[in-house]
């Protein structure tokens, strides 16, 4: 989310060192170079035509958060922010939330005091759940984000790494590409456990299993999928997405300080560099 200004060279030049410290705190260094990491980039998707956008997102405003989805996510954020940070103030004790742009005024006010939230301008919040909204909900968004990062998944592709709304749009791209030869896919800071918004949405859809719909495996039985969120991360709501995906799924819970929902918070850490080089072996 939010990246629509940048593009896939820049983008590429933060996550490679980030992914190399990663394999070096894992102790396997050497099993990958600059020129093996391709970047799969959708963000010109949301940027609207006609505006450089140089000086930031659109000008939202909290009235510019729509009734339903957007509002639904907003709420999700509220309560699993007040979960983590006791400086925000949890959503019941204004009151139930509801669908007014005063309770849309409370959330945002809740959240941008909240260590999360703390460096995002109002604006910015609101454009976010406006692209997760706009993916979800548009199916040629949807379709044209996914064909970027397929489009990026060749015969020689061992290792999917993907970040936020980036994890849904990699998890669905696998499962469009039947066959593929992926060995590994790392998913972090990932919403795709957040129930009805996301989960329930994907394409394609989870199959029922008893009492409890399953995600579709991405892959064969030889693909090893680890998901890593961290304590304080709101946009990965859903820390274990086992009970989702099932139990050959791998979760792990990492600690990111402040920076909780940073990607190359995620790269650089232990874990996240011992899954990509198994899958790179």
């Known amino acids: 989310m939010g990246k629509q200004v940048q593009g896939e060279d820049r983008l590429r030049s933060v996550w490679w060192p980030a992914l190399s410290d990663g394999l070096r705190r894992a102790e396997v260094e050497g099993l990958l170079s600059e020129s ?16 450089l956008l140089a000086a930031g997102d659109p000008p939202y405003r909290a009235g510019d958060v729509e009734a339903g989805f957007e509002q639904e996510l907003l709420a999700a954020w509220w309560q699993a922010a007040s979960e983590t940070d006791p400086a925000v103030v949890a959503p019941d004790a204004e009151g139930t939330m509801v669908a007014t742009p005063r309770s849309v005024q409370a959330a945002l006010r809740a959240l941008s005091g909240s260590k999360f939230f703390a460096n995002l301008a109002l604006r910015a919040v609101v454009a976010d759940l406006k692209q ?6 548009d199916q040629q968004v949807r379709e044209r984000a996914r064909e970027r990062v ?14 936020s709304l980036g994890s849904v749009v990699a998890y669905e791209a696998l499962c469009a590409l039947p066959g593929h030869g992926v ?5 972090v800071g990932s919403p795709l456990g957040i129930r009805n918004l996301v989960f ?27 998901n890593l969120a961290a304590t304080g991360d709101v946009v990965a709501l859903v820390k274990d997405l086992r009970p989702l995906f099932g139990e050959r799924l791998r979760s792990g819970l990492l600690s990111n300080g402040v920076h909780a929902h940073d990607a190359t918070s995620y790269l650089t850490d232990a874990l996240c560099g011992k899954a990509i080089a198994e899958g790179l072996a």
């Open 200 to 226: 329930d949405r994907l394409q394609p859809g989870p199959a029922p299993a008893g009492k409890q719909a399953v995600g579709v495996w991405p892959g064969g039985d030889e693909l090893v999928w680890t």
């Open 132 to 137: 997760v909204r706009a993916y979800l909900t």
């Open 36 to 51: 093996d990491v391709a970047m799969g980039f959708y963000g010109d998707l949301f940027r609207p035509a006609g505006q």
């Open 150 to 163: 397929m489009a990026r998944i060749g015969p020689d592709t061992r290792v999917v790494v993907a970040h």
């Open 183 to 187: 060995r590994a896919l790392v998913t």
